[in-house]
């Protein structure tokens, strides 16, 4: 199928589409499933700081989240800020989620770091700025691991879709699209703009999981708790929250991490808020 550039648009989804797919895909993580009925906690540090920080979290996040979220490997906008502690990390980051019971998530940056990556967690992350690194999407594509694909901050909905086709395209229909925020005019009170309209709107286009990174949407703890109840009212399958035991000293995205006795306490709260969605049949 060739298509040309001018004509990029909803049209020319295939594999992504409802039309091509219309029964809702599960993702499957380990034991865990995304898309499927229940609404998945993904939580953890934006960094793999050390292994007792990384085991202390996975065990105040273990019966809240349902998968162990830690950066290994960071995409960060200064080549002097923390770049994560690599392959040590991913060994900690195992460990840890070994140790409760959880499995394991990490962004990858590079199509030559795939299968390293790959084996040492249950699903793979493609950042917001890698979204159209296509190399890593064909690389990702091609191994089984299940993948989370994150919004670019400036790519449209078709443009994300677009960036999942290439996944699916590759042979891995194992994909949850993940909204992120996006960049807009105003930045004095939130790092991102949350599109939460992107939810019902990707989950009509396609049949693949959506989930909601409302730390990154913000970039304040304090914003966590609303976008959250917000994202999962308006249908996301899963939410994605930073959570550091020391936020004030964390190495990375230290103002948008809830504490782990704040995210239990959330955690608490959405699943009331479900059993109320659910009884409105939404
Ligand atoms: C992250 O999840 O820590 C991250 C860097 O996310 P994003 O790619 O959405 O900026
Ligand atoms: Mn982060």
């Not at 950066?71 to 994560?84: C, D, H, M």
């Not at 040590?88 to 990858?108: N, R, S």
């Amino acid at each position: 199928m060739d298509i040309d550039e001018g004509e990029i648009g909803v049209d020319t989804l295939h594999l992504v589409s409802r039309k091509h797919h219309p029964t809702d895909t599960v993702v499957h993580v380990g034991q865990v499933l995304i898309g499927g009925p229940e609404k998945v906690y993904i939580a953890g540090p934006c960094s793999v700081e050390d292994q007792n920080q990384i085991e202390e979290i996975a065990r105040a996040i273990q019966g809240s989240a349902h998968i162990l979220r830690g950066g290994a490997y960071k995409p960060r906008t200064s080549p002097y800020s923390f770049q994560g502690l690599g392959e040590k990390g991913l060994c900690f980051l195992k460990d840890a989620g070994d140790k409760v019971g959880l499995p394991v998530i990490t962004e990858v940056m590079s199509e030559n770091e795939v299968d390293m990556v790959a084996s040492h967690v249950d699903m793979l992350q493609v950042g917001a700025r890698n979204m159209q690194n296509f190399a890593l999407l064909r690389k990702v594509g091609a191994q089984d691991k299940p993948v989370l694909l994150k919004r670019g901050v400036a790519a449209t909905i078709e443009e994300l879709l677009l960036s999942a086709e290439y996944i699916l395209a590759a042979g891995n229909t194992q994909v949850v699209l993940c909204e992120r925020g996006i960049r807009t005019f105003n930045s004095t009170f939130t790092r991102n703009t949350l599109d939460l309209s992107a939810v019902p709107i990707l989950k009509h286009l396609t049949h693949l999981p959506v989930v909601v990174d409302p730390s990154h949407g913000s970039g304040d703890w304090n914003l966590i708790e609303p976008l959250s109840k917000a994202a999962l009212a308006a249908g996301a399958h899963g939410l994605m929250i930073e959570v550091h035991n020391n936020p004030e000293q964390a190495l990375s995205d230290g103002p948008q991490s809830l504490k782990p006795e704040k995210y239990r306490a959330l955690v608490t709260k959405l699943n009331r808020l479900v059993r109320c969605l659910e009884e409105e049949g939404k």
